[in-house]
């Protein structure tokens, strides 16, 4: 059973779009939220994290938003790029550093 | 450069034969891991290691076995006692610091059984 739950599977957007996914969890406990993106053939990298005392996080077009109370975050990206086509993992980890709970990933292909 | 070596990147494997994936790395971390990444499934832990010497088994540990005599050295061995082995191995390395989420991951070894 998957403790982080991810949405949606895949998506397809024009350049220029707005991407955006979500994952939702139920352990209170996790507190630290990664992004991860990985690249067909690749391993995945980290992209951009937040911790649940912020609500929003920026890091140049990608935007992590955080809603504690509704335990979900999303990723959004802005003014996407072709080379933006890659899978998308969130992922959670409580004080046990290292042990991630990933998402099931999301597959996104921005179209020229 | 420093980073984290997979190897084979391509391996197959005859029903009840055991294969051995290496994973290496250099950049000196205290902590390594290997997932399994199935599609739609997202990537599941099968083991990982703290300390050289030490491992525990992750979420998916049946049918896996690894060791880690070395700091920079952690192989993943899929024996035939793992019903369902085809599938994408990660190996990661992260620094011995509190819950930074942050893993370094190889570029992977895909294995296929025929």
């Known amino acids: 059973q998957q403790q982080v739950k991810q949405s949606p599977q895949s998506l397809i957007v024009q350049k220029g779009g707005i991407p955006i996914i979500n994952c939702a969890y139920e352990?209170?406990?996790?507190?630290?939220f990664p992004w991860y993106q990985q690249f067909p053939g690749k391993g995945p990298a980290l992209l951009i994290a937040?911790?649940?005392?912020?609500s929003e996080k920026k890091e140049g077009r990608f935007t992590i938003s955080f809603n504690k109370s509704a335990k979900q975050f999303s990723l959004h990206i802005m003014d996407s790029q072709p080379g933006d086509s890659a899978t998308y993992f969130c992922?959670?980890?409580?004080?046990?550093?290292?042990?991630?709970?990933f998402g099931a990933g999301t597959q996104v292909v921005v179209t020229p | 450069d420093g980073g984290i070596t997979q190897s084979p990147k391509y391996l197959f494997r005859k029903e009840g034969q055991n294969v051995t994936l290496s994973c290496e790395q250099n950049?000196?971390?205290?902590?390594m891991y290997w997932y399994r990444q199935d599609p739609g499934q997202g990537l599941r832990l099968i083991y990982y290691?703290?300390?050289?010497?030490?491992?525990q088994k992750g979420d998916i540990a049946e049918g896996y076995s690894v060791s880690r005599e070395k700091k920079e050295s952690f192989p993943l061995t899929v024996t035939s006692a793992q019903k369902n082995p085809t599938a994408f191995y990660l190996c990661?390395?992260?620094?011995?610091?509190?819950?930074?989420?942050?893993?370094?991951f190889g570029e992977g070894s895909r294995l296929t059984v025929l």
């Open positions: 290691s703290q300390i050289v010497n030490d491992f």
């Open positions: 950049l000196n971390h205290d902590a």
């Open positions: 990661a390395s992260s620094p011995r610091t509190a819950n930074t989420g942050e893993l370094f």
């Open positions: 352990n209170t406990a996790f507190d630290y």
């Open positions: 992922a959670a980890a409580t004080d046990s550093w290292g042990k991630l709970q």
């Open positions: 937040i911790r649940p005392d912020v």
